[in-house]
């Protein structure tokens, strides 16, 4: 592994369904966040969290869940997924949950909720 | 009013062209300027960074920030094929990343 990976790729999930995006970084970043990107909207953060042990809510956390058990793993849950949630998720990393620091971006998953 | 604004294109020059890709942005507590590249169905990646007015060139891409006017700029020179991606400006405040907002990106082609 090198960087940051996603997991699934892309998906297609039924409304009300529960779903788990994971995320998982090599490079023993502080700093963990979730974005959702759409068309028109850029880059929106859903979830940060600067160290293990630590989440909080970025701009639009409405629907969504996060947990940071190890310095590593960051997953992000829809626990009852709407369509209006259909979007790329992009993971990021960074040393520290400072602006200056450069963060760091997975593939992405694309997700479809009908 | 978005806190930035970034002209959404597309934008479609031939190769060799000077391209200029701009944001706007409301907050003057704003201090530190981004710029990332994303390639098509790929994450972003940070291309230049600045924190004060002024320019800031690194080989073909020169960042150019007016904090006055509230108005930052990416310059490519001799554009080639391969810099064909979408550009995000990303701009913050204070330390904390979380206050890290970004433009909704300007798609731009470059015509071999």
């Known amino acids: 592994i090198a960087g940051i990976t996603q997991a699934p790729t892309s998906q297609i999930l039924a409304a009300g369904r529960r779903m788990t995006l994971r995320c998982t970084q090599d490079?023993?970043?502080?700093?963990m966040y979730w974005y959702r990107q759409d068309l028109g909207l850029g880059l929106r953060l859903i979830h940060y969290?600067?160290?293990?042990?630590?989440?909080g809510k970025g701009e639009v956390p409405d629907g969504y869940s996060v947990s940071r058990a190890n310095t590593d793993d960051f997953p992000l849950t829809l626990a009852s997924a709407v369509p209006s949630q259909t979007s790329v998720y992009f993971c990021?990393?960074?040393?520290?949950?400072?602006?200056?620091?450069?963060?760091?971006f997975g593939p992405g998953t694309r997700l479809t909720v009908l | 009013q978005k806190e930035v604004e970034q002209d959404p294109g597309p934008l479609s020059v031939p190769e060799g062209a000077i391209v200029s890709l701009n944001c706007t942005y409301s907050?003057?507590?704003?201090?530190?300027f981004m710029w990332y590249r994303q390639y098509s169905r790929k994450g972003p990646e940070l291309l230049m960074y600045?924190?004060?007015?002024g320019n800031k060139e690194d080989g073909r891409f020169t960042a150019q920030v007016d904090k006055s006017s509230k108005y930052i700029s990416l310059f490519i020179r001799d554009s080639q094929p391969s810099d064909s991606a979408t550009y995000l400006c990303?701009?913050?405040?204070?330390?904390?990343?979380?206050?890290?907002?970004f433009g909704s990106g300007t798609q731009l082609t470059v015509l071999p």
């Open positions: 990021a990393s960074s040393r520290a949950g400072v602006s200056t620091d450069t963060q760091y």
């Open positions: 490079m023993r970043h502080n700093a």
């Open positions: 969290s600067n160290t293990a042990g630590t989440t």
């Open positions: 907050n003057s507590a704003f201090q530190y």
């Open positions: 600045t924190y004060s007015s």
């Open positions: 990303a701009i913050g405040s204070s330390g904390s990343a979380r206050q890290l907002t």
